[in-house]
Nanobody
């Protein structure tokens, strides 16, 4: 099993940028497909982005495509979410997750595909 810890959240003005990090430990990081999800209080958890084991494939939800970029550094056991042109509707708690199964377009956006989850980091975008 892998343990995940998110960091990099905070308060930013609309139009600004923020980079989230997720550090993994306890298992072989390169064997996991990884994903980012977000959740607003009182709302369902929403898929944001996913990336394959070697970083060769990625998927984004339509609302963030062109603004957010997911990446990974297997040597550092870390994935990132670079968020540009932030909007108030991006405000949420952001979670990273690990999936031991091979990455697929359909499976990577399903919460049930993931084996481990981080504790979340708050992102707040002001007007």
């Amino acid at each position: 099993q892998v343990q995940l810890v998110e960091s990099g959240g905070g308060l930013v003005q609309a139009g600004g940028s923020l980079r989230l990090s997720c550090a993994a430990s306890g298992s072989t990081f390169s064997m996991y497909s990884m994903g980012w999800f977000r959740q607003v209080l009182g709302k369902e958890r929403e898929f944001v982005a996913s990336i394959s084991r070697n970083g060769g494939f990625a998927k984004y939800t339509d609302s963030v495509k062109g603004r957010f970029t997911i990446s990974r550094d297997n040597a550092e056991n870390t994935i990132y979410l670079q968020m540009n042109s932030l909007k108030p509707e991006d405000t949420a708690v952001y979670y990273c997750a690990a999936d031991a199964a091979p990455w697929t377009y359909s499976g990577s956006q399903r919460e049930s595909s993931y084996d481990s989850w981080g504790q979340g980091t708050q992102v707040t975008v002001s007007l």
